[in-house]
């Protein structure tokens, strides 16, 4: 791999991107940002009017690493190298403005077969039929792109109508060059999926590349509520 691990510059112009949308990102996440609860069931979820948003992918892309780069607590989320090791959905709420849901991690092969199963219908139920959920970020390894995984789940949220916003994660490990091909096929590929949103984030949580992308477009959902 090249040394050249410097992610693609973002157009400074996007209107997503604007100086006082960016700023109301930074002070959203700059507030406190609080672990509620934890559950398997969804019988047991968080009775709340906060809009929510969604953190899914597959196992090990990083989405716990994420959530804590996005708000500046180090180990709010439990960051793990081992794949499926978050097995509940956790609910975060930020400031009394947002609820953040860590969802557990799909994909992972070497899982028993039925506990794949479960985790499966525990995350297509929860996305399906949670009624404050504004939008799901969806992270792609930006390592290897979309796999047939995602595709299952976009597929499944294309089906049920639930926005969501793809998020390209660990993209500090792959060179500019292969970054922007990588960047320009998962692009394409959104095309054609009816309820993916049109912007693609791309991140990585070491560096804080794409985290003031995130929070501004974050912070938008909560103010047009």
């Known amino acids: 791999m090249s040394d050249d691990t ?3 510059p973002i157009d400074p112009d996007s209107p997503s991107l604007d100086a006082a949308t960016i700023e109301r990102g930074r002070l959203m996440f700059a507030g406190p940002c609080d672990f509620i609860h934890g559950t ?5 979820l968080p009775d709340m009017a906060l809009p929510e948003i969604a953190f899914a992918g597959r196992s090990n892309v990083g989405k716990s690493s994420l959530i804590n780069a996005l708000t ?3 180990d709010l989320a ?27 991690g799909y994909g992972y092969a070497r899982a028993p077969r039925e506990t794949v199963r479960q985790w499966t219908d525990l995350v ?17 390894d ?12 976009m597929k499944m949220l294309d089906d049920s109508a639930v926005s969501y916003q793809v998020t390209l994660t660990k993209c500090d490990k792959v060179n500019v060059t292969e970054m922007e091909k990588r960047i320009s096929a998962v692009a394409e ?37």
């Not at 930006?142 to 789940?153: F, M, Q, T, W």
């Open 142 to 153: 930006g390592r290897h792109g979309i796999k047939d995984s995602d595709r299952e789940v």
């Open 6 to 8: 410097s992610l693609p």
């Open 189 to 225: 590929e959104l095309k054609s999926h009816v309820a993916a949103h049109p912007d693609l984030i791309v991140t990585s949580s070491i560096k804080g590349d794409g985290i003031e992308s995130l929070r501004a477009a974050l912070a938008a959902l909560v103010s047009e509520r």
């Open 124 to 140: 297509g139920d929860y996305l399906q039929g949670r009624p404050q959920l504004r939008r799901t970020c969806l992270l792609i």
């Open 40 to 44: 398997n069931k969804l019988g047991d």
């Open 78 to 104: 439990r960051t793990s190298n081992t794949p499926g090791r978050t097995q509940q959905l956790n609910f975060f709420d930020l400031g009394g403005k947002l609820m953040i849901a860590d969802l557990p």
């Open 72 to 74: 500046n607590h180090k």
